[in-house]
């Protein structure tokens, strides 16, 4: 089974700038996470989908970051303007069932704000 | 609170040695948790994972423990190998009235001595 894929591994920007991560989870996975790992921290939840419905966003700073579902299968997160604190990386992940079923990860983007 | 903690940010083994990493979950309605494995450079990995109606549950060369009266969990590696290092995050999974999550905790670093 092909794990989940996520483009680009690495970006560099500068602040203000604006910047786009894509994830395709496995395949018949209806529930997809993103989550924002600061470099010595554990992933921290930014959004849950549930097939191309948001089910849980209080921890995305709305105010400029944003995240799609179209047709239920890719994502996209994305980060307009982009601060210095925004330099993580940036994991997708994909759930087979809605709970009690573990997570599988990509190997994230790097994204450095400068 | 939302937390999931862990006793010691890093631990450092004999190879061949057993390993066990601890954390501490704060949300006592969690009814299911996970342990992640992640190299550098890599998305967590999935080790093993237990359901809160059990107390014990063991894979290959792991054993996860789950204290609910204490609101611990355990990780145990049998016959640590060069390959175990790497940082080890618990996660538990969080259900409010409207939806179910998974929360990370910040990791431990495990080293190999040889």
């Known amino acids: 089974e092909a794990g989940v894929a996520q483009s680009p591994r690495y970006k560099i920007i500068e602040k203000r700038q604006s910047v786009a991560f894509w994830c395709n989870p496995i395949s018949g996975h209806a529930t997809l996470y993103w989550y924002q790992q600061i470099l010595g921290q554990g992933p921290k939840l930014l959004i849950q989908f549930q097939n191309n419905g948001v089910v849980d966003d209080s921890q995305l700073p709305k105010d400029r970051f944003s995240a799609e579902r179209l047709k239920g299968v890719d994502s996209t997160l994305k980060i307009q303007p982009a601060k210095l604190e925004d330099s993580a990386v940036y994991l997708c992940a994909s759930q087979q069932g809605s709970y009690n079923s573990p997570l599988h990860f990509g190997n994230g983007t790097r994204l450095t704000v400068t | 609170g939302e937390s999931v903690g862990l006793h010691l940010p890093t631990l450092s083994v004999q190879e061949g040695d057993n390993s066990i990493i601890n954390c501490a979950y704060s949300?006592?309605?969690?009814?299911?948790f996970i342990w992640y494995k992640q190299e550098s450079g890599k998305g967590p990995q999935f080790i093993i994972d237990i359901r809160s109606n059990m107390d014990k549950r063991q894979g290959q060369r792991v054993t996860v423990l789950l204290n609910k009266t204490v609101k611990h969990l355990s990780l145990q590696i049998a016959a640590t190998q060069p390959g175990d290092s790497a940082v080890y995050f618990c996660a538990e999974n969080i259900r409010d009235s409207s939806a179910s999550k998974i929360i990370f905790g910040s990791g431990t670093r495990l080293s190999i001595r040889p």
């Open positions: 949300n006592s309605a969690s009814d299911y």
